[in-house]
């Protein structure tokens, strides 16, 4: 089994070799390569807005959780189409599969985020995203907003 990287609090993971360095370090120790611009830094903390950097944030979640949203916003569009059915088995199909995708929405979109926020240059707020996967009818349109937009982010899906 591979070692676990550890980090302390005032460290961060080079980009390149992965070495856990100084969060203050400008380059790498290890390998020299530069971890962060200092001007855009300071004169983003002076500014008072500060860009998400990847390299603070940690995770072991997988990078699989996309196909819990896909299979959440197809799971909705289904429910809404069978719905219009008039079989008492089609519309109990159709109450379970609401029920399921309900929760699994949201659990995936919130694993998701923690990829997305460790991986790339977006930083989405975890509390907005999770409650409209979860509110119906907003659920289907805003998996499909955060799907394009972590593609944009990812590249992937």
């Known amino acids: 089994m591979a070692s676990e990287r550890e980090k302390a609090a005032d460290e961060v993971f080079c980009r390149s070799c992965g070495e856990a360095i100084k969060r203050e370090a ?3 120790p290890s390998c020299g390569v530069r ?3 200092r001007r855009r ?3 983003s903390v002076a500014a008072g ?3 998400h950097d990847p390299s603070e944030y940690e995770t072991t ?3 699989t959780w996309w196909y819990g949203v896909v299979g959440g916003v197809a799971a909705w569009v289904l429910v ?3 719905s219009g059915g008039s079989s008492g088995t089609v519309e109990t199909f159709a109450g379970l599969l609401a029920l399921l995708a309900w929760v699994g929405l949201p659990v995936s979109t919130y694993f998701d985020i923690q990829y997305v926020r460790a ?3 977006w930083d989405p707020d975890t509390v ?3 409650v409209l996967s979860a509110i119906w009818i907003v659920n289907i349109i805003a998996g499909a907003v955060f799907l394009y937009r972590r593609h944009e982010v990812l590249g992937e899906p």
């Open 61 to 63: 979640v997988s990078g």
């Open 26 to 28: 400008e380059i790498c």
């Open 49 to 51: 807005t500060t860009s």
């Open 119 to 121: 991986n790339g240059e």
């Open 41 to 43: 830094s300071a004169s």
């Open 128 to 130: 907005v995203w999770v």
């Open 80 to 82: 809404f189409v069978l």
């Open 35 to 37: 971890n962060k611009d």
